[in-house]
């Protein structure tokens, strides 16, 4: 994947995204069960299943991996995905698919969308 | 004594009674419950009509002239008279000769029953059905030039029932929306929109809906969530369009980015979205809430004009101020 392909503007309090490792922090009210690693890369996403009300024309497109717990997946956008909408994720020769539950917009650019992984395959470890 | 000690002192030696409007009485038909009405000070009710009595015509028309004359129903069989309203439905909200005060009425009753009978099962499938065969009756009703605000008000509930709650959202998003120029065929899809947007509210406790102090930051955001939750439960659907999904979605989404489930701004915004923000703010400031008395109507425009036009749409809201101060009489 080429960078300079990517569509998204990362906003300022996100300057230091390739840099961030490990862990994240989780916060007092924060429901997850499963920690979340940091995994900065660069995705191909193609959208599996849309809404009827909301075609896609654009299906396949770059985003950028954010992290990844075991049961779910925070990802940079371009724009705006929709809970319900399902994708196959491929990026460092794994490929997840999963179903959007939530978007928050960072800027006109840049969306931050969590979703729930329904399978995940690592093509590396089936070699 | 007063019509109301009368009535209680009534309501606790034999019958539970509650008011109903005889507005909503077709002469000829039979209603299938005995009507009271007020005897003179200190006397029981009246028995105006019994139950397989037909309403007469001329008996009816006589009391609505005379004015001020309230019937009740025995409270235990309010299941009967709304039946009888479901069943009468088609005919007084297409009646364009009934006064609106009736049509209205039965819209809000038929509406508020159906929809509480339809959350409460909590089958999403029911409630979607329900909306759209509500919301003809919506569109024909509040889609008219002679719907007027004032005389609205006093017609519909104002309690904190989610289902009452958007009942009053669905009918005033509908007096916007052709305010605003919509078409008949919009309107219709703007009304069920109404009539569903908090369908996510569903899936959240009563009790951080119901609970009388400060919600904590844990109940703040599990309320939140609501509009993502209606969204997936309704987003795969054929029979919703876009502008009914993000009536749904979006309905708490601030022009200035500040709102949520995402933050959208301007135009990523649908238009049925802003006018339901405009409307679903009026009603929960102007309505009892569990945490606080309803503010006058006054204070509630003030508040929706202080927003405008950060977040919201300024035309909107100048339309909204424009019905809401509208006198009626017009037809």
Request: with cysteine; proline share 4%; glycine share 6%.
């Amino acid at each position: 994947v080429n960078l300079a392909d990517l569509k998204i503007e990362l906003p300022p309090q996100l300057k230091n995204f390739f840099e961030e490792k490990g862990y994240t922090d989780s916060t007092l009210f924060e429901s997850r069960k499963n920690g979340r690693l940091r995994i900065r890369a660069a995705g191909e996403l193609v959208l599996s299943k849309t809404l009827p009300s909301l075609p896609r024309k654009e299906k396949e497109f770059l985003v950028l991996i954010k992290d990844v717990s075991q049961r779910g997946v925070c990802l940079l956008t371009h724009k705006q995905l929709f809970p319900e909408e399902s994708f196959i994720l491929n990026f460092n020769s794994r490929i997840i698919e999963a179903r959007i539950v939530r978007c928050r917009r960072l800027n006109q650019r840049c969306f931050e969308c969590g979703a729930e992984i329904k399978s995940f395959r690592n093509l590396e470890a089936e070699a | 004594m007063s019509s109301v000690a009368n009535i209680e002192k009534y309501a606790k030696n034999s019958l539970n009674l509650i008011p109903i409007s005889f507005s909503t009485l077709i002469p000829g038909s039979k209603l299938g419950l005995d009507i009271y009405i007020l005897g003179s000070d200190g006397a029981e009710p009246i028995l105006y009509s019994s139950r397989d009595e037909p309403l007469d015509s001329g008996k009816l028309r006589d009391i609505v002239r005379r004015g001020k004359i309230v019937p009740y129903v025995d409270a235990s069989s309010h299941q009967v008279y709304q039946a009888y309203l479901r069943s009468h439905w088609d005919r007084i909200v297409s009646d364009e000769n009934l006064p609106m005060q009736s049509r209205v009425t039965v819209l809000s009753e038929v509406s508020r029953d159906v929809l509480r009978q339809a959350f409460r099962d909590g089958c999403t499938e029911k409630i979607v059905q329900q909306s759209q065969f509500l919301s003809k009756g919506i569109s024909q009703v509040m889609g008219n030039d002679s719907a007027v605000y004032q005389e609205l008000k006093s017609i519909l509930h104002h309690d904190y029932a989610t289902f009452t709650h958007s009942v009053n959202v669905a009918l005033y998003t509908t007096m916007l929306a052709k305010k605003l120029g919509y078409s008949e065929s919009d309107l219709n899809h703007i009304a069920a929109g109404g009539l569903l947007h908090d369908i996510g509210k569903l899936s959240i406790d009563d009790r951080i809906l119901t609970k009388p102090g400060k919600l904590d930051d844990l109940e703040f955001r599990t309320v939140q969530r609501h509009p993502t939750i209606g969204f997936a439960q309704v987003a795969q659907r054929n029979d919703l369009n876009l502008g009914q999904l993000m009536m749904i979605y979006q309905h708490h989404e601030k022009l200035d980015g500040s709102g949520y489930p995402v933050g959208s701004v301007d135009d990523e915004i649908h238009p049925w979205a802003k006018i339901c923000t405009v409307v679903d703010i009026f009603e929960a400031i102007t309505s009892v809430r569990p945490y606080r008395t309803p503010m006058v109507q006054a204070t509630a425009l003030e508040i929706l004009n202080k927003s405008a036009p950060t977040k919201l749409d300024c035309d909107m809201v100048k339309a909204w101020s424009e019905i809401v101060l509208e006198r009626g009489g017009k037809k």
